[in-house]
């Protein structure tokens, strides 16, 4: 998992993000907020591009302390896009890089969010 790790879908969007959601929660995965772009993409430039939908993602088990002390969950981004009929990339972006240097235990993070997005 460099930049992340993807993997194809035969699925409308709209059929796949509970699908995707469903899988990550199985790995302990909680989504914490769900963001449509179709809507706002044509709005900003009239283009008639594939839905896009990012899900950010947590996982409750796995915290780490900050550098402030604090505990927290590792925030990551899962992006779902229509790419081309019945079809749905999705792209898990690695958490390691931007926590990595606060807390090497993000590295479970990491390898659950693989084997979730590798169940898909």
Known sequence: ???????MLRMSLAKA????????????FKVVQSVGMRSQKR???????GG?????????????????????SVWCNV?????????????????????AASDPSVMDVRVALSKAIQSL
Do not use: C, W
Not at 17 to 28: D, M, R
Not at 57 to 67: A, H, L, T
């Open 79 to 99: 992006l779902l896009s229509e790419n081309g009929d019945n079809a749905v990339k999705v792209l898990a972006v690695d958490p390691l890089p931007s926590v």
């Open 1 to 7: 998992m460099s930049n992340g790790i993807s993997k």
């Open 17 to 28: 993000v509970p699908y995707v959601s469903e899988k990550l929660a199985n790995h302990g």
């Open 52 to 72: 896009f939908r990012v899900l950010g993602v947590s996982n409750p088990d796995v915290m780490f302390e900050g550098r402030n002390g604090v505990a927290t």
């Open 43 to 49: 709005a900003q430039d009239g283009s008639r591009t």
